[in-house]
């Protein structure tokens, strides 16, 4: 009996001590090692730029300044010599013609022939140039506000009230301009409707409008009506 007590407390002593020698899961975890690459960028475009990893869509892998030089660690191109795709949106204020009530307002565009590649290898480092842009496309459009009332107003759809592009703030006080973002916009274009402007005692529908990318729609709000007064296409200077 004793020798089978020695017996199961060796043999309990031993699966103890093995299982201690083996590190834990997240202990291989924590030791990964992610290869990576030094990429300098040099943004030689007039515009505010950020850098997506992979598609226009992908993550922000940084912002820069127009004139501005950064450098990034950027993972290794591990996909048989393809390399690593770095996609440019271009960034333009567009209120400097209008009241900034709403703050600085900015227009995201893409010139579809700035998607750079780089094959990136562990510990070398690469310059990337950022040009100027040839060819934007917008990716989004706007709506702006005059309130020519008395009284603050806000912009609802169904209920959902929404913010200002720029300064985040929800009502625009009389005589200034609220802006609006419009996004998800198809190529095709699209309707909106159904919006209000929205003020103490009343809700005043916004005519039915349809949007396209890279243009802004202006209208005006008088306290009792409102009405379209025009649409810019936004130039890149």
Excluded: W
């Excluded at 598609?55 to 922000?60: E, K, L, N, R």
């Excluded at 949106?89 to 013609?97: P, V």
């Excluded at 005589?175 to 919006?195: M, R, S, W």
Aim: hydrophobic share 40%; aromatic share 12%; net charge negative.
């Amino acid at each position: 009996m004793i020798k089978n007590i020695v017996c199961k407390f060796f043999l309990f002593f031993l699966a103890t001590l093995i299982f201690s020698a083996c590190p834990a899961e997240s202990d291989k975890d924590n030791n990964i090692i992610v290869k990576t690459g030094r990429v300098t960028f040099f943004n030689e475009s007039s515009y505010n730029v950020i850098v997506h990893q992979d598609a226009f869509s992908g993550p922000v892998l940084l912002e820069l300044a127009a004139g501005q030089t950064k450098n990034v660690d950027v993972r290794t191109s591990d996909n048989y010599g393809v390399g690593s795709t770095f996609s440019i949106e271009y960034l333009y204020r567009i209120n400097d013609a209008f009241d900034t009530e709403s703050g600085e307002v900015i227009a995201g565009g893409i010139d579809p022939n700035v998607q750079i590649n780089r094959v990136i290898e562990a510990d070398k480092s690469y310059t990337i140039q950022i040009p100027q842009p040839q060819n934007i496309e917008f990716r989004s459009g706007f709506i702006k506000i005059l309130n020519s009332g008395n009284l603050q107003f806000e912009l609802r759809y169904l209920g959902t009230v929404f913010k200002q592009t720029g300064n985040g703030n929800i009502p625009v006080a009389p005589g200034k301009t609220g802006v609006y973002k419009l996004e998800d916009i198809p190529a095709g274009g699209k309707l909106f409707q159904n919006y209000a402007v929205v003020s103490t005692f009343a809700s005043t529908t916004i005519p039915d409008f349809t949007a396209e990318n890279g243009n802004i729609y202006s209208f005006t709000y008088n306290g009792s009506s409102v009405i379209q007064t025009g649409t810019q296409t936004i130039v890149f200077k």
